[in-house]
C-alpha cells in the first residue's frame, strides 16, 4: 500500500521553496502525494501555483481581508484538523514559518502524524524579530520528526535546542532548486519574463536598485524610513529603483504618502516568480527586508542591503554578499550610494555564491521522506 504525504503550504514564499518539493516527492515510488493550499495569500500564492503547474488536490481559501493572527491562526488550525481527518496522511510537509506551517504541524501532531518541517533551525534569536515568524518556526521544531536543514548552521541550532541529531538532515535551501529551475525555463522561453523588457528599455543605462519590503516589524515609522530613502536615492538621475510592491496596505500606504509619481522609480504589481528572477538578474543592488531575497541574491552574485535589525540567515553576511542595514534612512541612503559610488566596494559583495544550496535539496528531502514514510 502506498504511504500518504500531503504537503501543506499558504504563502508566496512557501510555494515558491515547496513546488520543488512536491515535484521530486511525486516522481518517489510507494507514495500518493497530495498537496492542500490554505490561501493565506491568496493573489501571490496564485501566481507561484500558475507558473509552476501545480493544482492543489484541497484549496481552503482561508484568506480574509485585515483578519487578526488569532483568527487566522484559528481557523487555520480547525479547517488543516479537517482536511487531515478527510485525508488521514502519513506524513506531513511545513516549509518555514508562516502561520499555515505552525497550524499545520500543529494539527498533524494532535493526530499523531509524522510532520517534516522544510527549511528548519532558521533563528534570529528574538522573538520580535521577526515576528512573528520567529516563534511560528520554534513551535514547529519540537513537533518535527524530520527536519531539512538548509545549512550546517541551521542545523546547529536545533542541536543546541536538543533537537535528536539523527532527525536533522542538511540539505540546502529549495529557494536555490526553484530559483534555477526557472532560470531555466526563462532560457528556453524568454516571453516568460517578457513583461519585463519595459522596463529594461526605460532604465537602461542607469544603475537599478531592486527594492521589495513587507515586513510586520517595519511597518510605521520603519516603512516611512524606507519611503524617505527610496525617495533620496531616486533623487540621483543616474539610478532607477524599480519596486514590485507588496499589496500590504500598510506597505502602500506609506509608499504614496512619500513618493508620488517620479519619473525613475517604476512602482509596479508584485511579479510573478520569473519576472521577478529576471529583476533580479537586471538589478545592480538588492533592497529588501524579505527572507527569500536574502537566499536568491547572493546565489546571482547581486549586493543585498537587508532593511532588519537581525536575520535568521547569517551565511549571506558571512559570505560578504548581504549587509544588515535596518530601517535608519540615512544608513540606507550611505550603503546604497557607497555601493553606487565605490567600486571596490561593490565588486566586493558582488560575488556569486551559494552558501544556501546547490538546487539539489528537494531531491534530497524526497529521498528521506520516501525513506521514513514507507518504513
Ligand atoms: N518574489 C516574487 N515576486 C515579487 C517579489 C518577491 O516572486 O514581486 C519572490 C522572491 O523571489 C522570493 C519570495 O517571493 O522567492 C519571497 O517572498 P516574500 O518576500 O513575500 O517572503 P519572505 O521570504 O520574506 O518570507
Known amino acids: ?33 497530495r498537496t492542500c493550499v490554505t490561501a493565506q495569500h491568496r493573489g501571490l ?15 481552503l481559501d482561508l484568506m480574509e481581508p ?29 516549509q518555514g514559518d508562516t502561520a499555515t506551517a505552525m497550524a499545520g504541524a500543529l494539527a498533524a501532531y494532535y493526530r ?10 532558521l533563528r534570529s534569536g528574538d522573538i520580535y524579530h521577526p515576528w512573528p515568524e520567529e516563534v511560528n518556526r520554534r513551535i514547529v521544531a519540537p513537533i518535527a520528526e524530520l527536519h531539512f536543514a538548509p545549512t550546517e548552521t541551521a542545523a546547529a541550532a536545533l542541536r543546541r535546542e536538543n533537537i535528536d541529531p539523527a532527525t536533522i538532515h542538511v540539505t540546502g ?43 510586520r516589524e517595519n511597518f510605521g515609522e520603519g516603512m516611512a524610513a524606507i519611503a524617505r530613502a527610496i525617495g ?36 509596479i504589481a508584485p511579479l510573478d516568480y520569473p519576472h521577478f528572477v529576471r529583476a533580479l538578474a537586471l538589478c545592480d543592488i538588492v533592497l529588501t527586508d524579505s527572507g527569500g531575497v536574502q537566499e536568491e541574491a547572493p546565489a546571482l552574485g ?13 551565511e549571506g553576511v558571512a559570505a560578504g554578499t548581504a549587509r544588515l542595514v535596518g530601517t535608519d534612512e540615512d544608513r540606507i541612503v550611505s550603503e546604497i550610494f ?32 520516501a525513506h521514513v514514510a514507507t518504513g
Open 1 to 33: 500500500m502506498t504511504k500518504r504525504v500531503l504537503v501543506i503550504f499558504g504563502t508566496r514564499p512557501e510555494a515558491i521553496k515547496l513546488f520543488p518539493v512536491v515535484r521530486a516527492l511525486a516522481v518517489r515510488p510507494g507514495l500518493t502525494v
Open 45 to 59: 500564492l496564485d501566481q507561484v501555483l500558475a507558473i509552476a503547474d501545480l493544482v492543489p488536490d484541497i484549496d
Open 66 to 94: 485585515g483578519q487578526s493572527l488569532d483568527r487566522l491562526t484559528a481557523r487555520l488550525l480547525v479547517g488543516l484538523g479537517e482536511v487531515m481527518d478527510a485525508e488521514r496522511p502519513d506524513l506531513v510537509v511545513v
Open 112 to 121: 499523531r502524524v509524522t510532520v517534516a518541517h522544510v527549511e528548519a533551525g
Open 173 to 215: 535551501n529549495t529557494v536555490i532548486d526553484a530559483l534555477l529551475w526557472t532560470q531555466g525555463r526563462i532560457a528556453a522561453d524568454p516571453a516568460l519574463a517578457g513583461g519585463l523588457d519595459g522596463i529594461a528599455a526605460r532604465f537602461a543605462g542607469q544603475r537599478l536598485v531592486l527594492v521589495t519590503t513587507h515586513r
Open 232 to 267: 533620496r536615492i531616486a533623487d540621483r538621475p543616474d539610478v532607477a529603483v524599480v519596486f514590485p510592491m507588496h499589496p500590504n496596505p500598510e506597505v502602500v500606504r506609506a509608499m504614496d504618502a512619500v513618493l508620488g509619481t517620479r519619473a525613475n522609480v517604476a512602482r
Open 302 to 314: 547581486k549586493p543585498v542591503l537587508v532593511m532588519r535589525e537581525t536575520t535568521e540567515r547569517p
Open 338 to 369: 557607497t555601493l553606487l559610488g565605490d567600486s571596490d566596494a561593490y565588486a566586493a559583495m558582488a560575488r556569486a555564491h551559494n552558501p544556501f544550496g546547490d538546487g539539489q535539496a528537494a531531491a534530497r528531502i524526497a529521498e528521506i521522506v
